[in-house]
């Protein structure tokens, strides 16, 4: 992968500002994780994918007993997934849940993938993965996504995953940069589970 640069998912990742460090440039990214508590969350395993939280697993962690995280009681957010191929172990990109406001019940999902790596559906498939885990594990009715207009690839990747656009709004691609349009998308619990073709 040396040399070449993360391309942008719908919306910038990690409150720690790291994207993807393998020596190349970054992309400049916003964030928007403020919790001062993460907690890792479970491996989840696609076909052809694992996802993984930090090597240093942040404690608390994520217990597979049949309760949600806020049945767990676990403060803020998941720690993002690292995704890796399942054949080759190698890493190809980040996601994770960005935003979540508890009392709505509603979380922003954000991700990451290396170019090198686009237009093989890896996205689409690490993101029905985690949205899976918002409804199922974090007890979530509604996961959200922002992109720009313009981005084709992430807008494809949510459109895949069931997402609809609901609005276009204004936000900040970088903590002091200009607003911008964006387009978000949602799904709901409902349209998830409702078993649709996009599953």
């Not at 694992?50 to 957010?77: C, E, I, K, M, Y």
Request: proline residues 8%; charged residues 25%; positive net charge.
């Amino acid at each position: 992968m040396g040399g070449q640069r993360p391309t942008e998912g719908p919306f910038p990742l990690d409150r720690r500002k790291e994207v993807w460090n393998n020596g190349a440039g970054m992309l400049p990214f916003y964030s928007i994780r403020e919790d001062p508590m993460p907690w890792t969350p479970p491996v989840l395993k696609t076909e052809r994918l694992s996802l993984a939280g930090p090597d240093d697993a942040v404690q608390p962690v994520f217990v597979s007993d049949g309760r949600d995280a806020a049945a767990q009681a676990l403060p803020g957010l998941p720690s993002n997934w690292k995704i890796y191929l399942k054949e080759s172990e190698e890493p190809i990109g980040t996601i994770g849940y960005i935003g979540w406001d508890r009392e709505t019940r509603l979380a922003e999902v954000g991700f990451i993938l290396m170019n090198i790596h686009t237009g093989r559906g890896y996205m689409t498939e690490a993101c029905r993965a985690v949205v899976d885990f918002g409804f199922e594990g974090m007890g979530l009715a509604i996961v959200e996504a922002k992109s720009l207009p313009n981005n084709i690839g992430s807008i494809r990747v949510l459109e895949k995953v069931g997402m609809k656009r609901e609005a276009r709004i204004q936000g900040r691609l970088s903590s002091k940069g200009p607003l911008v349009d964006l387009d978000l998308f949602r799904i709901k619990k409902e349209a998830w589970s409702s078993g649709r073709s996009f599953r």
